[in-house]
């Protein structure tokens, strides 16, 4: 069986405290650091507990990796990018029980 990566799906709103100005600079340390894959290792704390996260309301699919450690973010897509995603998802409010959202770990 291949292991799926695990990701976690969030709105904007649940990673910034306020939704003005640039969110890239709220979220990630580092814009230099751009991994097309995950990255699989933390190149923060080491660890190797890195999740793709999905932001409700922008492009499908992994738009950040976290680590779960520590909590860090890095980006998967250039800056410039990133901050054009977030700026279009940042007022989507979506309830998930809605849109019958199923988290990961209710398949099998
Ligand atoms: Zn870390």
Redesign the pocket.
Known sequence: MIKELSTRMVLVVDLVDKVKGKLLNKLIKNINLIYKDNPGH?P????DEVIGVEIMGAKDGVLLWE?E??E?MFLKYTADKTEIELQNAKYCWTNSKDWGYVPRSKFN
């Open positions: 933390c923060n704390c080491h660890c680590c450690a520590c860090e």
